[in-house]
């Protein structure tokens, strides 16, 4: 299952969300970034004013929410394995605050961290537990919300060194360019030691 925030956000209309460096500036290095990453859309959990409209954990949970279905009710998991790079608290866990949303019986919740890898070290955690037999099954869970740190005032200390940056221009780029590059949602899959029904 997957769950992407709002309306897709067309390159056209990023700077519309994530707001115009200094107020006005748009970014130089973003319609190379755009032409090369081949991306046309994002999705971000934000409004234009640039307001949260998701915290991670509800990214997340909208995602496991996806899974539920005539074979399979939510309070069926016996556990819950969620990986993110960006979690909306250090404690608790982003897990524990997933597991807070479903609203489910006392299970086992992990949560992995760390950039690119996590959402697979959640699921392989998940696929050992059930191949051992510790749990019938498992939910992991992958999602990201950048969004909020992409935002243009946390790009002040750019403007700032507007000189240095135009003389030596990678020192922008190299944080810029994430700016035009990820986006926010989440993913839910199922693992258990049965076939799909």
Not at 78 to 83: A, I, N, S, V
Not at 100 to 123: D, P, R, T, V, Y
Not at 153 to 160: L, M, Q, R
């Amino acid at each position: 299952s997957v769950f992407l925030p709002g309306n897709p956000v067309s390159n056209s209309e990023m700077e519309e969300y994530l707001g115009f460096v200094d107020g006005t500036i748009s970014s130089k290095s973003k319609p190379v970034i755009l032409r090369n990453n081949k991306i046309t859309n994002r999705y971000y959990a934000l409004d234009k004013q640039g307001n949260s409209t998701h915290s991670n954990a509800e990214l997340t949970y909208e995602a496991i929410k996806g899974l539920a279905n005539d074979h399979f009710k939510l309070s069926n998991i016996e556990l819950l394995t969620c990986g993110t790079t960006t979690p909306d608290q250090f404690l608790p866990s982003h897990a524990s605050m997933v597991h807070g949303k479903l609203k489910q019986k006392e299970i086992e919740a992990i949560s992995f961290s760390g950039s690119c890898c996590s959402g697979m070290n959640a699921l392989k955690y998940a696929y050992k537990s059930v191949l051992t037999g510790n749990t019938s099954n498992a939910v992991t869970t992958g999602s990201e919300r950048f969004s909020q740190w992409m935002l243009a005032n946390n790009f002040k200390e750019e403007i700032a060194k507007i000189k240095e940056i135009e003389e030596t221009p990678i020192l922008a780029f190299e944080k810029d360019f994430l700016r035009w590059m990820l986006s926010d949602g989440s993913a839910a899959v199922l693992t258990s030691n049965k076939p799909n029904e």
